[in-house]
């Protein structure tokens, strides 16, 4: 089912406004719905950030505007030390606290629902597993991992980095690269005005 950041009505108010002359009528329905369906999924690129009403709105018989988070999963990289002496392990590179951190490709992560991380022979699941602790911040902060949201809405997840390494401070992966699949859902409580008239205005 096509999805939409705005209604048929809105896409409708939006060219009356602008004394649009080629108003759409009822019959081209299904052109408005892609084009709304189109734009929606371009916004949602652009700002790297999905919008949902829980109750829906009214004047929405196609059921576009979405009610829920979505899903997505991403392979991701550990971030490294920039510099290094010759000869010396790679090792996470390290913020407050002993955390590694990586930003996730969307804004307004609610949860991390499965988190895949390199181990020596395998993957370990670190949300299903019971050897590791962790949730959102702030109080998951001192657990094995937290996701940590900030006022711009930017998600960033962070990692014990000690787990990544040995007793003896050697690397436990031979790389860091695509070293963590992280699956989380994301959403932003509430479509504003004004991105409901963008996708509007965009798709007439």
């Known amino acids: 089912m096509p999805v939409g950041y705005c209604t048929v009505t809105d896409v409708r108010h939006a060219l009356q406004e602008t004394d649009f002359s080629g108003a759409l009528g009822e019959g081209n329905n299904d052109v408005v719905v892609k084009a709304i369906a189109s734009q929606t999924e371009t916004l949602e690129k652009e700002f790297k950030r999905h919008w949902y009403e829980p109750d829906g709105v009214d004047d929405d018989p196609q059921g ?12 991701e990289d550990i971030p490294t030390g920039g510099a290094h002496l010759v000869g010396e392990p790679v090792t996470p590179k390290t913020y407050q606290q002993g955390y590694t951190k990586i930003r996730l490709a969307r804004r307004d992560a609610e949860s991390v629902t499965q988190l895949l991380v390199a181990t020596g022979d395998g993957y370990d699941d670190w949300v299903a597993s019971d050897e590791y602790d962790g949730g959102s911040f702030p ?31 050697e ?26 008239r963008a996708v509007a205005m965009r798709a007439g």
């Open 64 to 75: 576009l505007i979405p009610t829920e988070p979505k899903t997505r999963d991403d392979e």
């Open 139 to 169: 109080d998951a902060l001192g657990d094995d991992y937290y996701l940590r949201v900030n006022n711009g809405g930017w998600s960033e997840l962070y990692l014990k980095a000690e787990h990544f390494l040995d007793e003896d401070g």
């Open 171 to 196: 690397p436990v992966v031979e790389s860091f690269a695509n070293a963590a699949y992280v699956f989380f859902e994301y959403g932003h409580e509430g479509i504003p005005d004004n991105v409901r």
